[in-house]
């Protein structure tokens, strides 16, 4: 399990912090996948609220769930070990590190060697060759790095910036999604982050008329609702475009 920080306002560790969206029919998808019920949501009892009541009973205190709901708000639960859910104001955002980790903007990603194939495609406005010069780029940051280093993001997001432009818009989501998920979980300058989460969004609604787009649709709803609970109109626009649990 993840480390967690306190909030400042509960004494309530942040982590694990589940969550949840209901689709327009009223379906609810948790990370597992679909729940059987329809309606009656907000009652302690239904499917949706058990994995959090587990967690609460075998820690011995509240866990924090999130429900993105159809018109793009989020609700705010904490959910008790006996069961109980309580409604609260919301969750608190982890703070924004001041100053950010200096890898993020100090140009190492700018002496790989790989990244020269990246900078002729570029040149050349050749977009899928650009798309798999810096996947291999990302490939070989991440080896050397792992995935814990900002240069491994860094790579991430100029080959999900090379998607967008090849319009691969399935490769594009997963990108983005992985880039903003790593940027929020080192603690990077929010701006960046943001702006992958948005690119996500525009490229799902692209990609989700494809045959390759999987689970990339519910994923996005769920890191939205998880690190970004305030923007309702990119949710919405999520919620309302992802296929229910009967189509």
Excluded at 29 to 35: E, N, T, V
Excluded at 50 to 68: D, H, I
Aim: glycine share 8%.
């Amino acid at each position: 399990m993840a480390s967690s920080s306190l909030s400042a306002d509960t004494g309530i560790p942040d982590e694990p912090h589940l969550t949840l969206v209901v689709l327009p029919d009223g379906t609810v998808h948790a990370i597992g996948g679909f729940l059987p019920e329809t309606g009656g949501l907000w009652s302690s009892v239904h499917a949706a609220w058990r994995p959090a009541q587990a967690e609460a009973e075998q820690l011995g205190r509240p866990v924090r769930v999130s429900v993105g709901q159809q018109d793009g708000t989020v609700a705010a639960y904490l959910a008790h070990p006996d069961g109980r859910l309580d409604p609260i104001a919301a969750h608190p955002q982890p703070p924004v590190t001041a100053p950010a980790d200096p890898r993020w903007l100090d140009g190492g990603l700018d002496q790989h060697p790989l990244l020269d194939m990246v900078r002729t495609a570029h040149r050349e406005e050749a977009w899928h060759a650009a798309q798999m010069a810096a996947g291999r780029l990302a490939a070989q940051v991440r080896a050397e790095l792992g995935d814990d280093h900002p240069h491994t993001v860094l790579a991430a997001e100029l080959e999900a910036f090379f998607a967008l432009h090849a319009r691969d818009w399935p490769a594009a989501v997963r990108l983005h999604l992985l880039v903003a998920e790593g940027r929020h979980r080192l603690s990077a300058p929010p701006v960046p982050t943001k702006r992958a989460l948005h690119n996500a969004v525009a490229a799902w609604l692209h990609a989700r008329t494809g045959h390759r787009v999987g689970a990339h649709g519910y994923a996005l709803a769920h890191l939205l609702v998880r690190i970004a609970p305030y923007d309702a109109r990119a949710l919405s626009a999520v919620l309302r475009s992802l296929p229910c649990a009967a189509t």
